[in-house]
T-cell receptor
């Protein structure tokens, strides 16, 4: 089955700096790559996603890039704010099978 | 608004007990999932189901079983709970491949 690796496991940045989280996947047939944000004590919520026919997608301060050849995708958050502090999960989906990375705990220091 | 409801938020069970975790979604989603979330290990897939009475093993199915008798309901069963099954369990659903997956609030299970 699919294997998703995510790095780093923890990330601390100053408010206003950028944050980058990287994921790799193993199954070249995976075609959908969502990112989820989970605040403390709450359920994961979708923040952005990208499909395999697109290389980059942006939504305000958040962007995701996908390199299908290398089988990796990244989340970029610019101008970070304290409310961006959370655990972020990447995922890769092939057909009905969705697998997640281990998560990145992002801390944005004011 | 999609709703995925896990009826039990916090449970404490004894070793060897049978445990049922129920999940219901109200959006007629075909696919439903059970994940287990542990610190540093992320979300690990236990089982998923893509149709009524259909199920597929995920990465860590040992010690668990599932039931999907109706489209809206996906149950996770621990036949004989053990302390290493103490964890937070997340149910999720989606309409199909490439669509947003929606999570329940989570069920915190402690096995003593």
């Amino acid at each position: 089955g699919e294997n998703v690796e995510q790095h780093p496991s923890t990330l601390s940045v100053q408010e206003g700096d950028s944050a980058v989280i990287k994921c790799t996947y193993s199954d070249s047939a995976s075609n959908y790559f969502p990112w989820y944000k989970q605040e403390l004590g709450k359920r994961p919520q979708l923040i952005i996603d990208i499909r395999s026919n697109v290389g980059e997608k942006k939504d305000q301060r958040i962007a995701v890039t996908l390199n299908k050849t290398a089988k990796h995708f990244s989340l970029h958050i610019t101008e970070t704010q304290p409310e961006d502090s959370a655990v972020y999960f990447c995922a890769a989906q092939n057909n009905n099978d969705m697998r997640f990375g281990a998560g990145t705990r992002l801390t944005v220091k004011p | 608004d999609v709703k995925v409801t896990q009826s039990s938020r916090y449970l404490v069970k004894r070793t060897g007990e049978k445990v049922f975790l129920e999940c219901v979604q109200d959006m007629d989603h075909e696919n439903m999932f059970w994940y287990r979330q542990d610190p540093g290990l992320g979300l690990r897939l236990i089982y998923f189901s893509y149709d009524v009475k259909m199920k597929e093993k995920g990465d860590i199915p040992e010690g668990y079983s599932v039931s999907r008798e109706k489209k809206e309901r996906f149950s996770l069963i621990l036949e004989s709970a053990s302390t290493n099954q103490t964890s937070m369990y997340l149910c999720a659903s989606t309409t199909g491949s490439g669509n947003t997956i929606y999570f329940g609030e989570g069920s915190w299970l402690t096995v003593v």
